[in-house]
């Protein structure tokens, strides 16, 4: 299928607009995450490998095909080292147009401690987010981490990588922005209540009055999701 040049044009400076807030947030350093969109259904547009994000312009990212090669892109760039990852993603995710591939600090953190991510502390995380799985460890840029992904991507729009960093999606790059930020924010907030002593929950009875008053925005199954493992936890 073509690619609409405005589509793609648009998206390049998306790409780079919302690169720019991740790197301002610290959410990526350096050279570090990738980010991909959905062209059509066959092309996508990435991030290049290596490239020190600060830097990069609309000029730099690449179109590659759905099985990672580059089809469009400045010769000497290749596409990013997670592309097999971003691929998986649309693979397994019809609904999903925009992939983030970042090293959060405090949500890595948690990956690090071994610690799962507290899902049960900040009502908005559920709301957004839900239950936010860890991956087991594999190393970077294999096929074998793409698959570590495969099965949690099916239901949850944030997964954590063991030792190494965040996969969150979204039908736009906003709504993939805005789960990296909710996931990154609530671990930030679970560290400092953790510094200050101890961490409150909150309570089943309060995760089921929240399902009941947000019950118009559908998250009964995340709620209901939330409860579920939680129980099994507790
Ligand atoms: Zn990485």
């Avoid at 469009?72 to 983030?100: C, M, T, W």
């Avoid at 957004?128 to 970077?140: F, H, R, S």
């Amino acid at each position: 299928m073509e690619v609409d040049k405005k589509l793609e044009h648009r998206l390049r400076k998306e790409i780079i607009d919302t690169t720019q807030i991740c790197v301002d947030y610290g959410l990526i350093r350096s050279s570090e995450g990738n980010i991909s969109v959905r062209l059509t259904e066959d092309r996508y547009l990435v991030t290049p490998s290596g490239i020190y994000k600060r830097r990069m312009k609309p000029k730099h990212l690449l179109i590659v095909d759905q099985e990672g090669n580059k089809v469009k892109g400045k010769r000497d760039l290749p596409p990013s080292s997670e592309i097999q990852l971003h691929l998986e993603v649309y693979r397994q995710r019809a609904d999903v147009n925009a992939v983030f591939h970042a090293h959060p600090p405090y949500s890595t953190a948690l990956t690090i401690a071994g610690i799962p991510f507290p899902t049960d502390v900040i009502p908005e995380v559920i709301v957004l987010l839900g239950e936010v799985p860890t991956a087991p460890y594999a190393t970077p840029g294999t096929q074998e981490l793409a698959l570590t992904i495969r099965e949690p991507i099916k239901h949850h729009n944030a997964v954590l990588m063991q030792n190494h960093g965040s996969v969150t999606v979204g039908r736009t790059l906003e709504e993939a922005l805005i789960a990296l930020e909710s996931m990154e924010h609530a671990a930030h907030l679970y560290y400092l209540a953790k510094s200050l002593g101890r961490v409150m929950p909150l309570s089943e009875e309060n995760l089921k009055r929240l399902r009941e008053t947000w019950y118009s925005r559908n998250i009964e199954q995340l709620v209901d999701q939330v409860i579920e493992s939680l129980r099994s936890k507790r």
